[in-house]
């Protein structure tokens, strides 16, 4: 597996602002991906994160309002734009280790739980 | 349709029983299936992957898959209430990359 870190843990914002979140893995991966969990419900895909590129995102989901930067195979950023009270959610950052996709196993980061106000 | 159903539950079981959690999913073309934990307040924990018809056990869990039924299903022998969680079934289908879709996930209440 995968040792994943997240910043920050909870944060609590005003609606119109926007909030960057960090996720840092210890060990250099190809595949890494950002989650949003609505209270109550599973998890959707937000958008897969591309190291050199541009992230793909899912449907529903746009670059304007979820800008990702992926600068290098250990490090992401999501940026949640303009928020509004029903982006409260929580944010999972997820990594499949390795680099050659020699396996399919994902793992999560502890989460970034939004409130937004 | 959804892609993969869950029952929500909770699912009750007494302490010392199997549960039995059950996932069916659409996608004749999906090849890989996971069952992730997740407690309250907290992200999802990976703690079974089944890729081949059959079943794997790892300590107290069990996992079964039948790609000919479309399911996919989680034991867990001799329940602990520590074991109360919700449980997520996820999969990989062939033309998705390494993306997964998630079921709703069902809920476990193990009962001391």
């Known amino acids: 597996s995968a040792v994943i870190s997240q910043k920050p843990s909870r944060d609590i914002c005003q609606r119109g602002t926007s909030l960057t979140i960090q996720c840092q893995v210890d060990?250099?991966?190809?595949?890494m991906f950002w989650y949003r969990q609505q209270p109550g419900q599973s998890l959707t895909l937000i958008a897969t994160?591309?190291?050199?590129?541009?992230?793909?995102?899912e449907s529903g989901f746009v670059i304007d309002k979820f800008p990702i930067s992926r600068p290098n195979l250990t490090f992401s950023t999501l940026t949640v734009s303009n928020m509004s009270p029903e982006d409260s959610s929580i944010y999972l950052c997820?990594?499949?280790?390795?680099?050659?996709?020699?396996?399919?196993?994902?793992?999560f980061g502890p989460g970034t739980r939004l409130t937004v106000t | 349709q959804k892609e993969v159903e869950q029952n929500s539950g909770p699912l009750s079981v007494p302490e010392g029983a199997i549960a039995s959690l059950n996932c069916t999913y659409s996608?004749?073309?999906?090849?890989?299936f996971f069952w992730y934990r997740q407690y309250s307040g907290k992200s999802p924990e990976l703690i079974m992957f089944?890729?081949?018809?059959g079943d794997k056990e790892d300590g107290r869990f069990t996992a079964q898959l039948n790609k000919a039924s479309q399911y996919v299903s989680l034991l867990i022998r001799d329940s602990q209430p520590s074991d109360s969680a919700t449980y997520l079934c996820?999969?990989?289908?062939?033309?998705?990359?390494?993306?997964?879709?998630f079921g709703g996930g069902t809920r476990l209440m193990v009962k001391p």
């Open positions: 060990s250099q991966v190809t595949m």
């Open positions: 997820s990594v499949v280790p390795g680099l050659a996709g020699e396996t399919y196993e994902q793992y």
């Open positions: 996608d004749r073309g999906s090849q890989s």
């Open positions: 994160a591309n190291q050199g590129s541009e992230a793909t995102y």
């Open positions: 089944i890729y081949s018809n």
């Open positions: 996820a999969l990989r289908t062939r033309n998705a990359g390494n993306m997964l879709t």
